[in-house]
């Protein structure tokens, strides 16, 4: 069992079963609570269910510090309160997976002087989804070159990079529930009103505007981030207008996603890459 928390200023403390920060129990980690909500008319038996939403998550963990001596003890007593403040926001990872929480208490149920203090930790997930560590590209269209050295041009020529001929491409997320993700429009050329669909659900991303050569939009559909933006000179900026008012920030749902993606015009010098990361029910 080990276990890495991170927080915002990049300060990390991994927790295992060794010193000299032994950790002894971990909750909270392998379920989640959720609040169910029904209505019951006058004389009826049971209720109708309206709703069911996940609670926060909350995961404690249970440890003594190992030391040779008391000071030494209290040098790493205080390095455990400096990385776990509640003043910072921060990640824990665990198994492979990753999960943004915040410090609801940390400290120790021992004196700071002793040899062996016990330390506990009550981490607060505003969401209670764990996710991958590594985000999952996709593309849907894009050039792949072809170009390479040593070069030699035969008298035919050669073929500089190809188009992946589909306008159809089949996502997989392997996660629990349903994600959000990050979208890229990328013109090569003039591309009028690009977009892209769910071809199960006929929900569409459509931006109302013309993109000129290496021009970049972005669309960002996670729960509470949902963001469009131009990028400018490496720089992000919001363009939410452009988005057309039938557009629907679009979910990768578990298992497989059909996506198509389309332009008015110029959809030959349209790229479309997605990103997003699985996200879990627990660990």
Same mark, same amino acid.
């Given at each position: 069992?080990?276990?890495?928390?991170?927080?915002?200023?990049?300060?990390?403390?991994?927790?295992?079963?060794?010193?000299?920060?032994?950790?002894?129990?971990?909750?909270?980690?392998?379920?989640?609570?959720?609040?169910?909500?029904?209505?019951? !008319?006058?004389?009826?038996?049971?209720?109708?269910?309206?709703?069911?939403?996940?609670?926060?998550?909350?995961?404690?963990?249970?440890? &003594?510090?190992?030391?040779?001596?008391?000071? @030494?003890?209290?040098?790493?007593?205080?390095?455990?309160?400096?990385?776990?403040?509640?003043?910072?926001?921060?990640?824990?990872?665990?198994?492979?997976?990753?999960?943004?929480?915040?410090?609801? =208490?940390?400290?120790? &149920?021992?004196?700071?002087?002793?040899?062996?203090?016990?330390?506990?930790?009550?981490?607060?997930?505003?969401?209670?989804? $764990? =996710?991958?560590?590594?985000?999952?590209? @996709?593309?849907?269209?894009?050039? %792949?070159?072809?170009?390479?050295? *040593?070069?030699?041009?035969?008298?035919?020529?050669?073929?500089?990079?190809?188009?992946?001929? #589909?306008?159809?491409?089949?996502?997989?997320?392997?996660?629990?529930?349903?994600?959000?993700?990050?979208?890229?429009?990328? !013109?090569?050329?003039?591309?009028?009103?690009? /977009?892209?669909?769910?071809?199960?659900?006929?929900?569409?991303?459509?931006?109302? &505007?013309?993109?000129?050569?290496?021009?970049?939009?972005?669309?960002? %559909?996670? $729960?509470?981030?949902?963001?469009? *933006?131009?990028?400018?000179?490496? /720089?992000?900026?919001?363009?939410?207008?452009?988005?057309?008012?039938?557009?629907?920030?679009?979910?990768?749902?578990?298992? %497989?996603?059909?996506?198509?993606?389309?332009? @008015? @015009?110029?959809?030959?010098?349209?790229?479309? #890459?997605?990103?997003?990361?699985?996200?879990?029910?627990?660990?």
């Amino acid at each position: 069992m080990e276990l890495t928390y991170t927080n915002e200023s990049g300060e990390k403390l991994t927790l295992r079963q060794a010193k000299p920060f032994f950790l002894t129990k971990l909750d909270g980690a392998g379920s989640v609570r959720q609040t169910v909500n029904t209505f019951q !008319a006058p004389q009826q038996d049971g209720a109708f269910f309206i709703s069911s939403a996940l609670d926060m998550r909350n995961i404690t963990l249970e440890g &003594t510090i190992v030391a040779s001596s008391p000071d @030494a003890a209290y040098e790493r007593r205080k390095q455990f309160l400096r990385i776990f403040t509640p003043k910072q926001q921060g990640t824990l990872m665990y198994r492979n997976r990753q999960i943004a929480c915040v410090v609801e =208490e940390a400290g120790f &149920t021992a004196s700071g002087r002793e040899r062996a203090p016990g330390f506990f930790v009550s981490l607060l997930c505003p969401s209670p989804f $764990f =996710e991958a560590l590594a985000e999952v590209r @996709a593309e849907l269209a894009r050039w %792949t070159p072809l170009f390479h050295f *040593v070069l030699e041009i035969p008298d035919g020529g050669i073929e500089f990079g190809s188009r992946q001929p #589909s306008q159809i491409i089949t996502v997989e997320n392997p996660g629990d529930v349903s994600c959000g993700c990050r979208i890229v429009f990328r !013109a090569l050329g003039e591309v009028e009103n690009p /977009e892209l669909m769910d071809v199960s659900t006929g929900e569409y991303v459509r931006l109302n &505007t013309v993109l000129t050569a290496g021009e970049e939009i972005r669309v960002y %559909t996670h $729960f509470a981030g949902k963001r469009v *933006v131009r990028v400018q000179s490496g /720089e992000e900026v919001s363009v939410f207008s452009l988005l057309d008012t039938g557009s629907t920030f679009l979910q990768l749902s578990p298992g %497989t996603t059909t996506l198509r993606y389309d332009a @008015a @015009a110029g959809k030959e010098l349209l790229e479309v #890459s997605l990103y997003y990361r699985p996200q879990y029910l627990g660990v």
